[in-house]
């Protein structure tokens, strides 16, 4: 992905919980092309996230003026959802907005340190980290709006995983046979 994006389109969030990562390998949603994607979820408490978030929605809404045949429309598609609205069942998502984020393109995915993570267990749906995102106007088949482009993940701290899938540390400890033999 050629990165030629404004600027002002572009935000490196703060702290987030990262679910639904496909980080790993592509996948197709609704039948659609193969992407990389995750879902980001923000707490409403970083505003400063937020304020980011909605200023480059509106940079980009500026810069798809031409897409939308000159004039923004009232009905446009916008990334940013609230998680108390849209996903009130989801427990992961209450007090939160959240961004879906994906790219055909995989995501470089590094450590606290900046230093490249290998191991795909260490990076799942319910970890926290921050994320490099990009906004852009679309106008596909009669749908316009705003898309949110995944960059690349900076994991910041475990979390409880939201696969419902317990990780292998958390469920035991170490093992010391008794021996008593000797």
């Known amino acids: 992905m050629a990165n030629d ?15 639904y990562a496909n980080i790993w390998e592509p996948k197709s949603i ?5 992407k990389y994607s995750v879902s980001l979820i923000i707490p409403k408490s970083d505003t400063k ?10 940079q ?6 031409s897409k939308f045949g000159g004039k923004i429309p009232s009905n ?17 998502y209450k ?27 260490e990076v799942y749906s319910g970890c926290y980290g921050r994320a490099s995102i990009n906004f852009y106007a679309f106008n596909q088949n009669g749908n316009r709006g ?20 317990s990780r292998a540390e958390d469920d035991f400890e170490t093992y010391q046979e008794d021996d008593f033999l000797s």
């Open 95 to 121: 007090d939160s907005y959240f961004i879906n984020a994906n790219s055909k393109d995989r995501p470089q995915v590094v450590d606290r340190n900046v230093k490249p993570i290998l191991d795909q267990n």
């Open 146 to 165: 705003i898309a949110c482009g995944l960059g690349n993940l900076q994991k910041l701290a475990d979390g409880e995983p939201l696969s419902g899938h």
């Open 49 to 58: 996230t937020l304020n980011e978030i909605k200023a480059a929605i509106e």
């Open 30 to 34: 609704n039948d659609g092309e193969e």
């Open 60 to 65: 980009a809404k500026k810069d798809g003026l």
């Open 5 to 19: 994006t404004n600027a002002s389109t572009k935000v490196i969030t703060g702290k987030v919980r990262f679910s």
């Open 76 to 92: 446009l598609k916008l990334p940013l959802r609230d998680g108390d609205v849209d996903r009130v069942e989801d427990e992961a």
